[in-house]
């Protein structure tokens, strides 16, 4: 079974100061793993993703992840926070088994930003 | 292109009824994937569904039950709803029916906010 630990239900930085969200997970497997943001009344967009390859990941919005497999995390981080950047933030794993790709999220990290 | 398109956004229904939502994959995505969403349980998958079938199922009751059309849309439906249905049902799609592909990620909609009173 796959599973992932996000660390701070409610982080808040200030505007310009660097974001870093935790996510530690737990896969049998070479996982997966994601981050998706939601913004109020909306979806869920995807930021970033790490498949195989190069462990840091660039995504949108200036956000980057680092894959770290000794230390089973993938850290979110922005080196300057944005106003629009407050949203909720998921961190997803999931592995390549065909038949059984389901997400499996963690519990959401609440960023807001203070001006 | 059009992303994935769910209906209704918003619904309210009363203890007991049921309810059919929809969605509208992408053009060209056969896997349909079905999430719910609640304040208490977080995300959680309910089924996914490729070329019609459905591939794999997460953990909840029977009452809660989807398909696909040969269109690649699927609906969703829940009976004999419950307070604790109350939630965020969120639709994705990807091209294929595998995420090995690296880039075949799932793409999310809206979602349809369900209340029942």
């Known amino acids: 079974a796959q599973s992932v630990t996000q660390l701070g239900s409610h982080v808040s930085v200030s505007e310009g100061a660097l974001v870093l969200l935790r996510c530690n997970y737990s896969s049998s497997v070479p996982p997966y793993l994601f981050w998706y943001v939601q913004y109020p009344n909306q979806g869920l967009q995807l930021l970033l993703k790490y498949t195989t390859g190069a462990t840091l990941v660039k995504g949108i919005n200036g956000f980057e992840a680092e894959f770290k497999k000794s230390e089973t995390s993938f850290h979110l981080t922005k080196p300057s926070a944005h106003m629009s950047d407050a949203a909720e933030y998921f961190c997803?794993?999931?592995?390549?088994?065909?038949?059984?790709?389901?997400?499996?999220f963690g519990t959401g990290t609440r960023l807001t930003i203070i001006p | 292109k059009a992303g994935v398109t769910q209906t209704p956004r918003y619904l309210i229904k009363t203890r007991g009824q049921q309810v059919t939502l929809s969605c509208s994959p992408i053009?060209?995505?056969?896997?349909v994937s079905w999430y719910q969403q609640t304040p208490g349980q977080g995300l959680q998958f309910l089924f996914e569904y490729f070329s019609e079938t459905q591939r794999n199922k997460g953990n909840f009751p029977g009452r809660f039950s989807g398909r696909q059309f040969s269109n690649s849309r699927s609906e969703m439906n829940v009976s004999t709803l419950e307070l604790g249905d109350s939630a965020l049902y969120l639709c994705a799609s990807r091209r294929t029916g595998s995420s090995s592909l690296g880039a075949n990620v799932l793409t999310f909609g809206a979602g349809s906010r369900l209340t029942v009173l």
């Open positions: 997803a794993v999931t592995s390549p088994n065909f038949g059984n790709e389901k997400l499996t």
């Open positions: 053009s060209g995505h056969r896997s």
